[in-house]
């Protein structure tokens, strides 16, 4: 039961939005609206509001729009969604994907998921490729053809290799890139070395794997989505630049902001359908709390 002492005051707005998309074009119109006073007699410092989550993965379409809008942004407990491990991983394997010659990309993934590729191996590859002056997927080529790795390490590279050079060709045939990065993902193990750690912290990860396919939709193919990306990774703003807050609700407890928003408030996802599954009637009681954090943040900014 949710009551307030106050006689006068804004009252909650409840907006309906057909996806996460939409509320994120919505939400960033009415930043702007704000900033610029159209909703009240003075404009709005972008300092004075938030976005608070449920889960981190919602971050992702917040963040795309604000870098199209040109809006700057903070994240709050936490790296920005293009800047979290499991993202930059899956970066990785695109980049690779498109880039054959991306050695930054091929150090990043050859041994991740675990291959039994240890620092020798990778050692070898490095210099194989320095003296054949070659790019590190064709010096890892080298070292299998020369007979200069064995065992599981050697099987496992093979792989790795013929894998890279199947998703090279699909990029180049223009193939369905959505369904290529998730190929990409399953067949490269990642997805399944996730999947095989049974934490929050690992079922988040694959939440934001998830986004990040989800995240293609946007673009005609992996090249457009990669040069996004890079726009965004240098979208440093000055630190004395006015920016909206972006955090999970879990974060914000004992802050409060003079507007906030609450996006994505659907069933299974706020409430969370995991916490509901694994906790059952406690789990519920736990999302209300949450729910009652949030609702509560609207006020004076201390």
Same mark, same amino acid.
């Given at each position: 039961?949710?009551?307030?002492? =106050? ?31 159209a909703r009240s ?7 004075? !509001? ?5 889960? +981190? ?20 407990? &936490?790296? $920005? ?6 993202? $930059? ?17 091929? *150090? ?13 191996a990778v050692q ?7 003296? +054949? ?13 020369? &007979? ?14 013929? &894998?890279?050079? $199947? ?16 190929? !990409? ?34 673009? #005609?193919? =992996? ?6 990306? +890079? =726009? ?23 802050? *409060? ?24 009637? +406690?789990?519920?009681?736990? #999302? ?15």
């Open positions: 039961t949710l009551w307030t002492e =106050l006689t006068e005051g804004e009252k909650v707005r409840l907006i309906g939005h057909w996806d996460g998309e939409d509320e994120a074009r919505w939400i960033g119109d009415e930043i702007e609206a704000l900033e610029r006073g007699m003075a404009p709005q410092s972008p300092n004075g !509001m938030a976005i608070l989550v449920r889960a +981190s993965h919602q971050m992702r379409a917040f963040e795309d729009r604000f870098l199209t809008i040109g809006l700057p942004y903070r994240v709050i407990g &936490g790296p $920005r969604f293009y800047e979290r491990l499991e993202i $930059r991983d899956a970066m990785a394997y695109f980049r690779l994907a498109v880039t054959p010659t991306d050695d930054l990309a091929f *150090e990043r993934v050859v041994n991740n998921p675990k291959r039994g590729l240890g620092d020798k070898t590859i490095q210099r194989v490729a320095r003296e +054949s002056d070659t790019s590190l997927l064709q010096g890892a080529a080298l070292v299998l053809r020369d &007979g200069l790795l064995g065992g599981r390490g050697a099987a496992n590279l093979r792989e790795f290799i013929e &894998g890279m050079a $199947r998703w090279h060709d699909a990029v180049r045939n223009g193939e369905d890139h959505i369904a290529l990065a998730e190929k !990409m993902l399953d067949e490269s193990g990642y997805t399944a070395m996730w999947q095989a750690q049974k934490t929050p912290e690992a079922e988040g990860r694959l939440e934001n794997l998830k986004e990040l396919v989800k995240a293609l939709e946007n673009f #005609e193919n =992996l090249q457009g989505f990669l040069e996004h990306v +890079s =726009l965004i990774m240098d979208n440093e703003t000055d630190d004395a630049t006015e920016k909206v807050t972006i955090m999970t609700l879990h974060g914000a407890k004992g802050l *409060e902001f003079p507007t906030v928003f609450l996006p994505g408030w659907e069933d299974g996802l706020f409430p969370s359908q995991r916490s509901l599954d694994e906790q059952g009637q +406690s789990g519920l009681e736990e #999302e209300r709390r949450l729910a009652y954090v949030g609702i509560t943040r609207a006020g004076s900014a201390g």
